[in-house]
């Protein structure tokens, strides 16, 4: 997935604003170590830090680091992938938001997580859980498979349901104290081209292989096929379903 750093704080600043809710959850102390994993732009790494914790931002994004690094210099980023990460230090706390759905390897996830808390460290996270976007993704599957291209999958996202995640959870080790899924209807930026813009920064993986010709004729039809169902008050939304989760990893 290649990510267009400046178009994802530019259109989709909503992504970040929503996570400040998390950050509450997690309730950063002063003094604590926590990873942000996943941190894309870095928006929120710097909102634990001013809370007065110690922060390591990872993402295995170049670009979205790149501009952590450029908005927040004063903060720890580092290069390296949610399933295979390793690290030399240990955590109070491993915080992610929006990201883990990118990682279909998502036993491999936790197991990494579970490895880098200390003992009584916490693991709070919201990603997409069961249907998310669950309208966009099949209008555009059901538009490419017209448009010949039949074996089209969304097999780059995982998004698992509460008893799914939670199992994985607890045959590594941890103790789950919160597991909710809940729907997050989100207004998209652009009155005009918000459904587009969203498509094209998030889901651009559906169209590999695809001519631009007909790449525009999809992201046409995809738009006139969901304007009755995702479009009201003059501004787009996207069908958003959440999972949270807070788990703790036991002292012993």
């Known amino acids: 997935m290649h990510w267009n750093a400046d178009s994802y704080t530019q259109k989709h ?3 970040s604003q929503y996570g400040a809710g998390l950050v509450d959850v997690l309730a950063p102390q002063p003094g604590e170590w926590v990873l942000d994993l996943g941190c894309g732009a870095g928006e929120l790494a710097q909102e634990i830090a001013n809370r007065g914790a110690n922060v390591v931002g990872l993402d295995a994004s170049p670009d979205m680091l790149a501009k952590a690094r450029q908005q927040f210099p004063a903060l720890d980023f580092r290069l390296a992938d949610a399933a295979t990460f390793g690290l030399p230090e240990r955590f109070d ?25 200390k003992p009584g460290g916490r693991f709070v996270a919201e990603l997409g859980g069961k249907g998310n976007v669950g309208q966009i993704v099949d209008t555009l599957l059901r538009q490419l498979h017209q448009h010949s291209y039949p074996h089209a999958r969304a097999d780059w996202w995982y998004f ?29 930026a652009d009155p005009d081209t918000g ?46 379903k959440r999972l949270r989760i807070v788990a703790e990893k036991p002292l012993s």
């Open 195 to 240: 459904l587009r813009d969203w498509i094209e920064q998030f889901g651009d993986n559906f169209f590999r292989g695809v001519e631009p010709e007909t790449q525009a004729d999809i992201l046409a039809a995809t738009e006139a096929e969901l304007r009755p169902v995702l479009f009201r008050d003059g501004q787009w939304r996207a069908d958003y």
């Open 160 to 188: 698992p349901s509460v008893a799914e995640y939670t199992a994985l959870l607890e045959q590594q080790g941890f103790r789950v104290r919160l597991a909710q899924h809940y729907d997050r209807e989100t207004p998209l």
């Open 13 to 15: 600043a909503f992504v």
């Open 93 to 117: 706390a491993v915080f992610s938001n929006a990201a883990l759905h990118w990682v279909p390897a998502a036993a491999a996830v936790v197991r990494q997580v579970y490895r880098h808390l």
